[in-house]
T-cell receptor, first 113, second 113 residues
Framework: EAQVTQNPRYLITVTGKKLTVTCSQN?????MSWYRQDPGLGLRQIYY???????DKGDVPEGYKVSRKEKRNFPLILESPSPNQTSLYFC????????????FGPGTRLTVL | GENVEQHPSTLSVQEGDSAVIKCTYS??????FPWYKQELGKRPQLIID?????GEKKDQRIAVTLNKTAKHFSLHITETQPEDSAVYFC????????????FGSGTQLTVLP
């Protein structure tokens, strides 16, 4: 089944404790992206990747890192999480770029205490 | 950068009536405008999109119209059904970028039985 998966789905952590949210797609898509969703703000893009070893900042990259060592994986890293990073995070992928349909993962609900 | 404004933030309609959601964008060179539907607790899913060389696009009960001069585009849902209840997001790709997607803040549509 073609899909985008994220893990974990739910995470409660404390300020300053490094964490990684994994994202994987099995559709051989070139483009992958991370978004955060906050009430009243819609979806805001954090980072995106056009292909392996090619990543770039979105609208709200502060406090986040990403890597794209393999085509299928695009992990989101929070080196020192803070409470303002409490949010719902979505990973998405599309075949070549944003002019294609984006397929979203199921989301990761992160709470930073 | 691109700025996308979406109205209304909440919309209630009687089953069978039509619903219209409007978005305005700031970058006159934006050329791709997707609409996503997000049901409660689920991931966003693309329902329809339109490109700047087209004025209107229909898919069964859903249509999107684009007015490039006024820089706005609208989602029209006819003969609404309870399963249309969800949050709808519009989005736009800024000029010069096929990599970043700017979303509106979302519209909570409730279809009343």
């Amino acid at each position: 089944e073609a899909q985008v998966t994220q893990n974990p789905r739910y995470l409660i952590t404390v300020t300053g404790k490094k964490l990684t949210v994994t994202c994987s797609q099995n559709m051989n898509h070139e483009y992958m992206s991370w978004y955060r969703q906050d009430p009243g703000l819609g979806l805001r893009q954090i980072y995106y990747s056009m292909n392996v070893e090619v990543t770039d900042k979105g609208d709200v990259p502060e406090g986040y890192k990403v890597s794209r060592k393999e085509k299928r994986n695009f992990p989101l890293i929070l080196e020192s999480p803070s409470p303002n990073q409490t949010s719902l995070y979505f990973c998405a992928s599309s075949p070549t770029g944003l002019g294609d349909t984006q397929y979203f993962g199921p989301g990761t609900r992160l709470t930073v205490l | 950068g691109e700025n996308v404004e979406q109205h209304p933030s909440t919309l209630s309609v009687q089953e069978g009536d039509s619903a219209v959601i409007k978005c305005t964008y700031s970058d006159s060179a934006s050329n791709y405008f997707p609409w996503y539907k997000q049901e409660l607790g689920k991931r966003p899913q693309l329902i329809i999109d339109i490109r700047s060389n087209v004025g209107e696009k229909k898919d069964q009960r859903i249509a999107v119209t684009l007015n490039k001069t006024a820089k706005h585009f609208s989602l029209h849902i006819t003969e609404t059904q309870p399963e249309d209840s969800a949050v709808y997001f519009c989005a736009a790709i800024p000029s010069g970028s096929a990599r970043q997607l700017t979303f509106g803040s979302g519209t909570q549509l409730t279809v009343l039985p």
